[in-house]
């Protein structure tokens, strides 16, 4: 593939997506369009993660969720819950947890909401209180399902997402761009990226590809999740020519 693949999502998902890309042979670039800013602490955050032991079930669904949340965890927990079931939403998360010293499970494929509902471990929650630690605004997804289920669901909203501003490389040496969300599509549009609406666009989920579509963007590859795995998977896609 002539080009190169440049990777808009946000650290460190961008570096982890790139060293991902070039293993597998292809030119990458981390290039992020958005940044996350951890959440001044509050007295009600603090309280929630002194509740911690409370909860049956602990879901982060970021790299960053795992990162920021363990941090305050650790400094009030010098050990942590022992009857917790931590669950991470992809392979990212996961690898987090366990340089932190936390066995999580994960969705072996489907890195989003939808992969973390399939997980057995959430599949009776009835009565159980669960805790999601994520950014904020994220998706309601995750939650909402939960409760549908018959469980009590908090939020922990951890980090803000805000863009950053970039100078985008010509469209013409660019092979495909990675976005991980909608909030990443959207900082890339403000950075210019319509420029590069007839390059192909990798997203990690209809969502996602719907709003690219919908802001003009004219070749769309749907990834299996957001990890580097399932972007590696795309542009393999795209390189055969199978995709379309």
């Given at each position: 593939?002539?080009?190169?693949?440049?990777?808009?999502?946000?650290?460190?998902?961008?570096?982890?997506?790139?060293?991902?890309?070039?293993?597998?042979?292809?030119?990458?670039?981390?290039?992020?369009?958005?940044?996350?800013?951890?959440?001044?602490?509050?007295a009600?955050?603090?309280?929630?993660?002194?509740a911690?032991?409370?909860?049956?079930?602990?879901?982060?669904?970021?790299?960053?969720?795992?990162?920021?949340?363990?941090?305050?965890?650790?400094?009030?927990?010098?050990?942590?819950?022992?009857?917790?079931?931590?669950?991470?939403?992809?392979?990212?998360?996961?690898?987090?947890?366990?340089?932190?010293?936390?066995?999580?499970?994960?969705?072996?494929?489907?890195?989003r909401?939808?992969?973390?509902?399939?997980?057995?471990?959430?599949?009776?929650?009835?009565?159980?209180?669960?805790?999601?630690?994520?950014?904020?605004?994220?998706?309601?997804?995750?939650?909402?399902?939960?409760?549908?289920?018959?469980?009590?669901?908090?939020?922990?909203?951890?980090?803000?997402?805000?863009?950053?501003?970039?100078?985008?490389?010509?469209?013409?040496?660019?092979?495909?761009?990675?976005?991980?969300?909608?909030?990443?599509?959207?900082?890339?549009?403000?950075?210019?990226?319509?420029?590069?609406?007839?390059?192909?666009?990798?997203?990690?989920s209809?969502?996602?590809?719907?709003?690219?579509?919908?802001?003009?963007?004219?070749?769309?590859?749907?990834?299996a999740?957001?990890?580097?795995?399932?972007?590696?998977?795309?542009?393999?896609?795209?390189?055969?020519?199978?995709?379309?």
């Open positions: 593939m002539a080009g190169v693949v440049m990777v808009l999502r946000p650290q460190p998902g961008a570096d982890e997506t790139v060293a991902a890309l070039v293993a597998a042979g292809f030119a990458a670039q981390a290039l992020p369009v958005l940044e996350r800013r951890a959440l001044a602490e509050t009600a955050m603090r309280a929630r993660i002194q911690l032991a409370e909860y049956r079930i602990v879901v982060f669904v970021s790299p960053a969720a795992a990162e920021i949340g363990m941090a305050w965890i650790d400094r009030y927990w010098p050990q942590y819950p022992v009857d917790v079931v931590w669950v991470a939403v992809g392979e990212g998360t996961r690898r987090v947890l366990d340089r932190m010293g936390v066995r999580a499970v994960a969705p072996v494929t489907d890195e909401s939808e992969g973390l509902l399939a997980l057995p471990e959430l599949a009776d929650v009835r009565h159980a209180k669960v805790l999601i630690m994520r950014g904020r605004g994220g998706r309601e997804l995750l939650a909402e399902s939960l409760r549908a289920r018959g469980a009590q669901v908090d939020l922990l909203e951890l980090y803000e997402r805000r863009t950053v501003t970039v100078e985008l490389p010509a469209a013409e040496t660019v092979t495909a761009a990675v976005v991980s969300s909608v909030a990443v599509l959207d900082a890339f549009a403000a950075n210019g990226g319509m420029s590069w609406s007839r390059r192909p666009l990798i997203v990690p209809p969502r996602v590809a719907a709003a690219a579509r919908t802001a003009g963007f004219s070749e769309v590859v749907e990834a999740g957001a990890g580097p795995a399932a972007t590696v998977c795309a542009v393999r896609t795209l390189e055969s020519g199978e995709y379309g």
